[in-house]
């Protein structure tokens, strides 16, 4: 029996904590459409729960943003109001929606306060775009120099990028102007390879940049990682 009893009570708790997870999984933006006189009209819901209690916007009536009053969630229904002008008239236009069991979609019911008008609207949840990160600028000449042998050896890169793709040219090693290979920029980072000889002997040196808003600071060296030296470049006008 008290067995009974416990798991009653562990079911009663499930209950009582389900519309709080679900109230927390309401916030964000939801994108729908709505008919109105035949028309299309596309509606922009930011929500934010809190417990219960909704608030948020709505974007795309004729009052726009408009605030949402009065929100809140009971179980899987979501309700509130906002007041939305019309042809130089105010109305009050009130929310009633259903959230789906996957919690993706929201089907309101909404229109004026005295039901002379009415419409419905399926808003389903919209992921936020994931900003991209910008590509950093490494256009142009950059300079410096490097140690070697106990004297220092002025270098110079002549880059262009299109894209993540970088090409280009680095002056000052044994061969003269050399051209780079796969260059390319991954988040603040460029990298390239480019032959160069030296008493006679070609060598693949591997370079990798971090890149400032006015600096790249090289590391690079021989592939096999027998010799390596550091640069820091210059944006050279």
Known sequence: MRKVLRMAGLVALLVGLAPCVRAADLSGTWKGAFDFQGSSVPLTLHLTVAGNAVTGTVEGLETSPAEIHDGKLDGTTVSFWLNTVYQGDMYK????????????????????????????????????AVATPAVPDVNGNWKGAFEFNGNSVPVAFHLKSAGRVVTGTVDGMAAGSIEIHEGKID???VTFWLNTVYQGDTYKLVYKGKVAADQIAFSFGTEDGSWSAEVKAGKSI
């Open 93 to 128: 236009l009130v929310y009633r929606g259903t959230v789906s069991a996957a919690g993706d979609e929201i089907a309101f019911t909404f229109g004026t306060e005295d039901g002379s008008w009415g419409t419905q609207l399926t808003a389903k949840r919209s992921v936020d």
């Open 187 to 189: 988040g603040d980072t």
